[in-house]
């Protein structure tokens, strides 16, 4: 079955703007949570959804946000674009059984802010 | 908060040679996995190890759950091999969980 996708993989912004990343999940996971890598504060939660439900939210400003469709693709918003945005944002999905599944990454968008 | 600490962060290999990768975590955890990050970014599942040993191929980890720590064994390394490795455990929220990273190890494998 196909694996999780991202899109787009690569984008830049400048500062100031607003950006929506995409992200599909393997067929029949539920789940979808985010994760921010940059190379100072490595990999970090942002949040996860599971059926158009947020159950938990990392230590990011409200600049951060996201959603989920039925479908289970979800979306994060990033507004008011920083510098400091600058990153690769990472989805993963899988089945939503916390603690008893293993999370799918995709390949990741790669989002640059000038 | 939990700390996942990996060892070492650094690692050249010559192409052949065997190597051991370490994750200590400093508190109970739900399940423990590692992943190979490639050099397009893309994080690849290694394994899903809440305790026990596993193997796969060249590969094969242990996870000591009571010692809090986890051991990544990678034998006759192949240049494709070189990336970062990252151990993750995952804490468990709200019925949800969230992966916590340790800082990985950088490995490059030299032919």
Not at chain 2, 17 to 37: E, G, I
Not at chain 2, 50 to 68: F, Y
Request: hydrophobic letters at 30%.
């Amino acid at each position: 079955k196909a694996g999780v996708t991202q899109t787009p993989r690569y984008l830049i912004k400048t500062r100031g703007q607003q950006v929506t990343l995409s992200c599909s999940p393997i067929s029949g996971h539920r789940s979808v949570s985010w994760y921010q890598q940059t190379p100072g504060q490595g990999l970090q939660f942002l949040f996860e959804y599971f059926s158009e439900t947020q159950r938990n939210k990392g230590n990011f400003p409200g600049r951060f946000s996201g959603r989920q469709f039925s479908n289970s693709r979800s979306e994060m918003n990033v507004s008011t674009l920083e510098l400091g945005d600058s990153a690769l944002y990472l989805c993963a999905s899988s089945s939503g059984l916390a603690g008893a599944d293993t999370q799918y990454f995709g390949p990741g968008t790669r989002l640059t802010v000038l | 908060g939990i700390q996942v600490e990996q060892s070492p962060p650094d690692l050249i290999l010559q192409e052949g040679a065997n190597s051991t990768l370490r994750c200590n975590f400093s508190d109970s955890v739900n399940n423990l996995q590692w992943f190979h990050q490639n050099p397009w970014g893309q994080l690849i599942n290694l394994f899903y190890i809440p305790s026990g040993t596993k193997q796969n191929g060249r590969l094969s980890a242990t996870t000591v759950a009571t010692e809090r720590y986890s051991l990544l064994y990678i034998s006759s390394s192949q240049t494709t091999d070189s990336g970062v490795y990252f151990c993750a455990v995952e804490l468990i929220y709200n019925q949800g969980g969230k992966l916590i990273f340790g800082q990985g190890t950088e490995l490059s494998v030299k032919p």
